[in-house]
């Protein structure tokens, strides 16, 4: 026998209904604005920190370069521990970076200045040469200005 529901039951039934609607819209809004926000993260932080590693980088480089020429001026070896520490330092921000990177323009374009930095080293190393043989510093600074 089929049983009538009463009034009372229908709205109690279509309440239900309407709640278990509101709780499977709200738990898959949830999840996707979980997803948007992951999304967000991944595009924002990780740029950001590439860019404040190749900002790093560049400060290395700058630091290097200082260090070299404060050695070539006052030839006190301080400044070559200190090219030594830049250069380390140099090395871990490109390797991260190069991890780090997605895109292969990127990475291209980072292993083209990594690329030249044995050059760069070379064309030093010579400068530091001079520099031991006490060549004048004028002459120094002269070679390090063409060749480095």
Known sequence: ??????????????FMVVLLLTLIVGLIAVAGLRRVVAAKDDV????????IDAERLQTS?????????GFLLGRDARFLEQMREEQRVADQLA?????????????????????????YTQALE?????????????QVAKAWEAEV
């Open 95 to 119: 390797e991260k970076l190069e991890r780090n990177l997605r895109s292969e323009d990127e990475r291209r374009q980072l292993r083209a200045v990594a690329a030249l930095e044995p050059e």
């Open 61 to 69: 480089f700058e630091r290097h370069r200082s260090a070299s020429r």
């Open 1 to 14: 026998m089929k049983r009538e529901w009463t009034f009372t039951e229908k709205i109690a039934a279509g």
């Open 126 to 138: 010579r400068v530091i040469q001079r520099v031991n043989t006490n060549e004048p510093v004028e």
């Open 44 to 51: 924002l932080v990780g740029p950001a920190q590439n860019l």
